[in-house]
């Protein structure tokens, strides 16, 4: 929704992600930055089609973006938007900024980022227009620690001031952690919200493809390249 005009500049933080599925560790980047910048909202926005994944079979889109909803659900302060499920083609965070800073005209965006995303930025479509639209937030991941040399060295191309790194608490969960649990019938509880472990079983997300559900039915993901 647009903002009323005079309306006083809002600080909008943006986490992008493929959320197959959505994580704690998710949750606590988006609130960790969320109170170190004093943001207004966090608006999660699920990918469409995530051209760097493209290699691997991801969960139909609506299902990620009602994992999303169903996680972010019960804090006031964050959101999400369709706007990378609603685009017809592979998703870039320059379109997705884009859309968002025409539908919030006045707001300050932050994109936030892990630290594994982030060393690959320069290869991400019209990088340098990136910092135009967004001031950008590198978290700490385990594994992905932000001093690492590699990582330093990437982003020294990176135009000066327009990346805050942020040290967050350490959740070593990954999506796919999580569906290979949820695959091997292992728990995933307390890994990611309740809501979404009861959304994993509904949809009997993971599961092999081809392989029989307790019901008998068959379950097929659909590959990344079709329409969702
Ligand atoms: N545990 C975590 N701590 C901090 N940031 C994270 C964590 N997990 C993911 N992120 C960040 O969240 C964003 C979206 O991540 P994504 O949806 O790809 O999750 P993922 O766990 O990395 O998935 P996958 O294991 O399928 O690659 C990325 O910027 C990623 O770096
Ligand atoms: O714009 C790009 O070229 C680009 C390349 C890689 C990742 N991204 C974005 O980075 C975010 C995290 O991506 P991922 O693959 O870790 O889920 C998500 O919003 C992606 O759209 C964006």
New binding site residues.
């Given amino acids: 929704m647009n903002e009323p005009p005079g309306a006083p500049s809002r600080r909008v933080g943006v986490?992008?992600?493929?959320?197959?599925p959505?994580?704690?560790?998710?949750l606590?980047?988006a609130s960790e930055v969320a109170d170190r910048f004093g943001l207004d909202e966090v608006i999660f926005v699920?990918?469409g089609r995530?051209w760097q994944?493209a290699d691997?079979t991801?969960s139909p889109a609506e299902d990620r973006y009602l994992m999303t909803v169903i996680a972010t659900a019960s804090n006031p302060r964050f959101a999400v938007s369709r706007v990378d499920l609603d685009r017809d083609k592979s998703t870039y965070t320059v379109d997705t900024l884009r859309d968002l800073k025409s539908q919030h005209p006045d707001a300050e965006l932050y994109f936030?980022?892990?630290?594994?995303?982030?060393s690959s930025i320069l290869g991400w479509q019209d990088w340098q227009e990136l910092f135009e639209l967004a001031r950008f937030v590198g978290?700490?991941?385990?594994g992905?620690e932000l001093g690492a040399e590699h990582l330093a060295e990437h982003l020294a191309r990176l135009p000066k001031d327009v990346l805050t790194l942020v040290e967050?608490p350490?959740?070593?969960?990954?999506?796919?952690?999580?569906?290979l649990r949820a695959r091997e019938n292992r728990p995933v509880w307390y890994l990611v919200p309740d809501g979404v472990v009861q959304y994993i079983s509904k949809r009997d997300l993971y599961r092999r493809d081809g392989e029989p559900r307790p019901d008998g039915h068959i379950t097929m993901s659909p590959p990344i390249q079709e329409k969702n």
């Fill in positions: 986490m992008g992600g493929t959320f197959d959505i994580h704690h560790g998710h606590v980047a699920p990918t995530p994944k691997r991801v936030i980022t892990g630290a594994d995303a982030l978290v700490s991941r385990p992905f967050i350490a959740l070593a969960i990954s999506s796919t952690e999580c569906r």
